[in-house]
C-alpha cells in the first residue's frame, strides 16, 4: 500500500461550493471515506499519531466524528464512547449548550460513560470555529476525565478554532489556510 501524505488525502475530498449556504465551501469526506486505501491510511495516521499515549478511552462527536474514533479506538485498543445531540442517548446524561453562529445547540454524553481521571481522545472529522468540540471537551471534564488530545481529519486553520481549545493539544490531517 502506498502512503498517502496530506495532499494526496486532501485531493480526496471533494469540495462543494456554496453549500450548505452561499459562501461556503464544503468540505465532503464521502469522496474520501469511500476509498478504501485512503480510508485506512487516515485511521493509521491517527493511530500512529497516539501509540505509546496511554489514552484510555476514545470519545467521537456526532456524527462524523463516529466514523473515524469507532475505527481509531479500535486500532488503539481502547473502548469508543459517543457524544451525541439532546434526546439521542437513553440513560442520564450530562448536557452542555454552546453558541453557534445564529443561536445555540448542545451536546450530551452518558453520565457512566468515563470515569475521572481517563485519559481521553477526543475525535470529529473536522475543526472549524472550535465550538463544537470546546463543548466536547467541557462534557468531558463534566465527568473529570482528562483530555490529553483532539483529533481531526481536516482543520480550516484560517476560522482559528484551534484558539478556543485552551492548550489542549490539536492533530489535524489535512489543513486549509483558506
Known amino acids: ?26 468540505k465532503d469526506i464521502t469522496t474520501l471515506m469511500k476509498d478504501a ?6 485511521v493509521e495516521a491517527m493511530a500512529g499519531h497516539y501509540r505509546g499515549s496511554q489514552i484510555d478511552m476514545v470519545v467521537g462527536v456526532e456524527s462524523r466524528g463516529f466514523l473515524f474514533g469507532a475505527p481509531l479506538a479500535y486500532a488503539l485498543g481502547t473502548g469508543f ?3 451525541r445531540k439532546p434526546g439521542k442517548l437513553p440513560a442520564p446524561t450530562v448536557r452542555v ?3 453557534l453562529e445564529y443561536g445555540t445547540d448542545a451536546l450530551e454524553l452518558h ?5 475521572p481521571g481517563q485519559r481521553v481522545l477526543i475525535v470529529d472529522d473536522l475543526l472549524a470555529t472550535g465550538g463544537t468540540i470546546s463543548a466536547a471537551i467541557d462534557l468531558v471534564h463534566q465527568l473529570q476525565a482528562q483530555v490529553v488530545g483532539v483529533a481531526f481529519l481536516i482543520e480550516l ?5 484551534r484558539e478556543k481549545l485552551a492548550g489542549v493539544p490539536v492533530f489535524s490531517l489535512v ?4
Do not use: C, S, W
Open 1 to 26: 500500500m502506498e502512503t498517502l501524505n496530506a495532499a494526496d488525502l486532501r485531493a480526496k475530498i471533494r469540495e462543494i461550493p456554496d453549500f450548505p449556504r452561499p459562501g461556503v465551501n464544503f
Open 175 to 178: 489543513k486549509y489556510e483558506a
Open 37 to 42: 486505501e485512503a480510508f485506512h491510511q487516515v
Open 97 to 99: 449548550e454552546y453558541q
Open 111 to 115: 453520565k457512566d460513560a468515563l470515569k
Open 81 to 83: 464512547v459517543l457524544i
Open 157 to 161: 486553520e484560517f476560522l482559528r478554532g
